[in-house]
């Protein structure tokens, strides 16, 4: 019994540090009165596979709560602080003084923002100051030995892109690219991302046709070619950030690294709003973290998951404007979940663990046959042997998309590095311990 306990406490320690994400994070807001302390927040995104959180401002209290959790902080600096940071250099080390060398580096600060969509403001003394007020602040974090530690960058709205479909084509406003071209030498010199905050929930209300809902929420879709690249894409946060990536490649900018500082779909809006609704913000939500999780990327960017901050940890409900701005948490005030976006982080307890049990990855009860034919299409083209349920094949029988979805959505999980969400496939499978193999075909099996 002790060995097994010893065995116990020892998969917790993995599963916990194995099921967190690097380049998964969320934004904390604070515009509401309502919100819980912070201590407590701090304890539920230790529940969660959350390892960024990004503040937009920089509130001692939370930043104090983060200490010696080894969870990511973007602090930020408000668009009404950059006249003085950009004109004064003792401005910017004031700044880090307060806000970042009390705290560093027992909370893990990690960038500082300085403004929010200061471009699409259309204020030419903002912008004009926008990046002397980075420099500045990034001097001021050198100064402090903290170089290469913790980044400075700034956000900008999707509307920063003169044209963005088809991604391929993807460039900058050219009333921008002036003030874009020294930001994006500051980046490249420092390191530091090009933060953007692509929204489908915004290109399908612009576009509310249901094969565009599917093709937002990375649900089954006939997908979207890029007339100039030959390039299929399948959903729509891909599209935006491979369109970013191609404004950066156009500018000469390629190597700069995309940051998705925000991204996100409201649970409830006003009655004349089309798209908010809990089983969409679930589906967008969930099925982006499972694309994050997978490691697949964008066309034009394989193999790589961008840093993506989820809108929002909770609902704000001092903002202004239609009721959906008060309706993107995935989490209410009293710590439990809005709806399961598959953040969350659940532990087996020691009656139920067995540490030698076998699982398989099999398709949920009710899925249609369109879901599944796309999990079939995903799995078998992930380069996996499929050739049993190919005619003649040992499970070619029955000849129905679920048996042969089933069987390649388990070889694929079972060649993976078996994380719950590479068995996932946009919420249509799940893992079991009832063997699925019949007469001859047999099911590949895996330890836990």
Not at 96 to 101: E, G, P, T
Not at 260 to 273: F, I, K, L, Q
Not at 416 to 429: G, R
Request: net charge negative; charged share 15%.
């Amino acid at each position: 019994m002790a060995t097994f306990f010893f065995f116990f406490l020892s998969f917790l320690i993995f599963f916990h540090s194995s099921s967190a994400e690097p380049f998964i994070g969320v934004n904390y807001g604070q515009e509401a009165d309502n919100l819980p302390p912070p201590l407590a927040t701090v304890e539920l995104l230790k529940s969660t596979s959350i390892e960024k959180v990004r503040l937009y401002g920089a509130d001692p209290v939370i930043i104090k709560a983060l200490a010696n959790t080894e969870i990511g902080i973007v602090i930020g600096a408000a668009n009404g602080d950059i006249p003085c940071l950009a004109s004064d250099p003792n401005s910017a080390v004031q700044w880090v003084n307060s806000n970042v060398l009390p705290f560093y580096p027992d909370s893990k600060i990690i960038l500082v923002t300085v403004g929010n969509e200061v471009l699409t403001t259309n204020d030419p003394n903002l912008i004009d100051q926008l990046l002397p007020a980075m420099q500045n602040m990034q001097n001021a974090i050198n100064g402090a030995l903290l170089g290469g530690k913790i980044k400075v960058s700034t956000v900008h709205s999707m509307a920063v892109l003169g044209q963005s479909d088809p991604p391929s084509s993807g460039c900058f406003s050219p009333s921008y690219e002036p003030a874009l071209r020294g930001l994006l030498r500051f980046h490249r010199d420092n390191g530091s991302p090009f933060a953007v905050n692509p929204y489908p929930f915004f290109a399908y209300q612009s576009d509310p046709r249901p094969e565009t809902l599917a093709f937002c929420l990375f649900q089954p879709n006939e997908g979207r070619v890029d007339r100039v690249s030959g390039i299929k894409y399948m959903n729509m946060f891909d599209a935006q950030v491979d369109a970013v990536h191609s404004a950066l490649s156009d500018m000469g900018f390629k190597d700069v690294e995309i940051m998705v500082a925000e991204t996100g779909w409201p649970y409830r809006g006003d009655n004349n709003e089309v798209g908010p609704s809990i089983e969409n913000a679930k589906a967008y939500n969930g099925n982006l973290i499972a694309h994050l999780k997978s490691m697949v990327g964008t066309p034009l960017m394989p193999g790589k998951s961008v840093d993506t901050y989820l809108f929002a940890l909770y609902d704000e409900d001092l903002k202004v404007g239609p009721g959906s701005e008060r309706a993107f948490g995935l989490y209410k005030p009293d710590l439990s979940m809005t709806y399961d976006a598959g953040i969350s982080n659940c532990y087996p307890t020691p009656s139920t663990l067995k540490p030698t049990a076998t699982i398989w990855c099999v398709p949920k009860a009710g899925i249609s046959d369109a879901q599944l034919q796309s999990s079939l299409d995903y799995a078998c083209g992930q380069g996996i042997d499929c050739s049993p349920i190919q005619p003649g094949g040992a499970c070619f029988e029955p000849n129905i998309v679920a048996s042969h979805a089933a069987y390649a959505m388990n070889l694929y999980y079972q060649n993976s590095a078996k994380n719950p969400w590479n068995c996932d496939f946009s919420q249509t499978a799940t893992l079991t311990s009832q063997n699925p193999s019949y007469n001859s075909c047999i099911y590949p099996g895996g330890s836990t």
